[in-house]
């Protein structure tokens, strides 16, 4: 009988789904600044499935432990490998696991990134899972990667663009400078800049907002938001999608909420008692 090998790291990444319906993934390798080898991928991509598939979790918080996000691939553990050794750098197709883990999927609801100290190289990759980024401000986004030959294969040149332009992210990608908080703000890169040590809890507050809102509808727009920017052939054709894809809230949640307007609720453009 062949025993398991004893997982070295069984922490390495940390999921938590909590009543309220706010998942928690935390990447937690506090001796590589949070680094990701293979098994760290692969505890990555599981985590943000579990997430995917657990109805009564709502919204994600992804962020990293010990005052960083994320410094990237763990190239010490890359250097002693073959590429040969890794499924990862294999098939592409669909939403299998990347060399980062989850890099390839298109998360099937909300995810907000809590990006503290460096989100660096695969790390600033993997902070482009979320839909916005809650930045602590004293952090440092960049292409690290550029000084060793690595390149951007868990969707660097493809989100990165989308989010910021191509000029910026031209500009971050061939010179892999280091960007600041605040010059991450400028660009659209960070959607908020918050205090040291604070950017879970903002994050969190954030995903306490979301849940207050009918979920079918902002799922629908989200998925049509990320269609106009991946996947429309044309405007028409983003136009159209927008369409058929909202059609169904129309009598499953907006005729309740007209009606709950017409009762009062929301004028002046309250958020209260949602």
Known sequence: MIEAL???????????ASPEGIAT?????????????????????????????????????????NGTFCAGADLQAFATTSLDDSQHFGDVQGRNIAPMGPSRMRIKKPVISAVSGYAVAG????????????????AVFGVFCRRFGVPLI????????????LGRAMDMILTGR?????????????????????????????AEQLLKFPQLCMNKDRRSAYYAAFEAESFEDAMTYEFANGKEVLSKESLDGAKRFAGGLGRSGSFEKL
Do not use: W
């Open 25 to 65: 993934i935390t990447l937690n390798r506090a001796s590589r600044r949070n680094a990701v080898d293979g098994r760290t991928a692969r505890k990555l991509y599981d985590a943000f499935h579990l997430y995917e598939e657990d109805p009564t979790q709502k919204v994600c918080v992804f962020h990293g432990a």
């Open 123 to 138: 790390g600033l990759e993997l902070s482009l899972l979320g839909d916005m980024r809650v930045v602590e401000e004293d």
């Open 178 to 206: 280091p960007v600041s908080a605040t010059e991450a703000y400028t660009m659209g890169l960070a959607n908020r800049v918050v205090p040291k040590g604070t950017a879970v809890k903002e994050a969190v507050k954030i």
């Open 154 to 165: 868990d969707g660097g040149t493809v989100r990165l663009q989308a989010i910021i332009g």
């Open 6 to 16: 004893e997982d070295p790291e069984p922490e390495a990444v940390i999921y938590h």
